[in-house]
């Protein structure tokens, strides 16, 4: 069996070490016998790949990647930049921009998650109330939620993420400019105005739960990492499974809550590779997961759970 093997981004005080926040994971990859290669993340972003990559040995061949988000453009760069090197990313850069951004999942789950539309925005610029007002035209209830293709600023709900009544333009506007000025530069894509469901937190449980599915089964469940950690109930995870396996991507992960009618639904869909585990989670069960090493459905083992 080929040895599995990951680029993390390295510690910017020290190229040679994996980033601190990677560094046990990465410890248990070498302990599982795979192979742990860095990536200069600040390097990627500032546009030089070449650098990014320079101490990724020539031939490596195929590389999953573990690491802080990368927009889309500069995650084609670095294959690009890989393959200068005889190496290459698992997951190609279509299928990493399709389970990145919501305008590439959400056709496919858009039974299973809130009503949402977008706008092509650049950072910085703030769509016209027209504009605006035209987006949510289509919103099924008169609430919303203000995110780009990636995220949200739920931390600053009342300020820049929740619009309580899209129908006074004034205010939708106001928590618009305050999401792009708050993201800047990092703002991906453009404004997404998303349907306004209400969730509730179970007892005992995570208000978020974290789902990680590889080729399509599920390998990984946890608390979503914002969540205090708790008992997860039963799951019937069979509509989301006929979703990602529509969806046609290597490595995805599902954040799922329950609606206050008691109907599980899919907050968010994105690429495995920089999605975040719990504090709770051991590192070496996200390991197993890309070595082979993990059994489906980790994380409710010996609970009658529906797959």
Request: charged share 25%; hydrophobic share 40%.
């Amino acid at each position: 069996m080929p040895t599995t093997a990951v680029l993390y981004c390295s510690d910017p005080l020290d190229g040679r070490r994996a980033d601190t926040h990677f560094a046990e994971e990465a410890r248990h990859l070498r302990a599982a016998g795979g192979r742990v290669l860095l990536l200069d993340h600040d390097a990627l972003l500032a546009g030089d790949a070449g650098r990014a990559v320079s101490r990724v040995p020539v031939g490596t061949g195929a590389l999953w990647y573990r690491g802080w988000m990368i927009p889309a453009a500069r995650y084609a760069a670095l294959d690009a930049a890989l393959r200068e090197r005889g190496a290459h990313l698992v997951v190609d850069p279509e299928r990493y921009r399709r389970a990145h951004e919501l305008p590439g999942w959400y056709a496919t789950f858009a039974d299973l998650t809130p009503y949402s539309s977008w706008l092509p925005t650049a950072p910085g610029q703030v769509p016209a109330s027209s504009a605006l007002a035209a987006l949510a035209g289509g919103l099924p209830s008169h609430a919303a939620v203000v995110k780009d293709y990636v995220k949200s600023r739920k931390h600053e709900w009342d300020e820049a993420c929740h619009v309580p009544d899209t129908r006074r333009p004034e205010v939708l506007h106001r928590v618009v400019s305050r999401f792009v000025e708050l993201q800047g530069d990092d703002l991906a894509g453009g404004v997404v105005l998303r349907g306004f469901e209400d969730f509730v937190t179970p007892d005992g449980g995570p208000a978020e739960i974290r789902v990680w599915w590889l080729d399509g089964t599920p390998r990984l469940v946890t608390a979503h990492p914002d969540c205090v950690p708790g008992e997860i109930g039963a799951l019937d995870l069979g509509p989301v499974r006929t979703a990602v396996e529509a969806l046609d991507c290597r490595f995805v992960t599902t954040d799922l809550a329950r609606r206050a009618d008691g109907v599980l639904r899919v907050v968010e869909v994105g690429d495995g590779q920089v999605g975040d585990i719990h504090r709770d989670t051991h590192p070496g069960d996200l390991v197993g997961l890309l070595t082979g090493e993990q059994a489906e459905g980790a994380g409710l083992r010996g609970r009658d759970d529906v797959w």
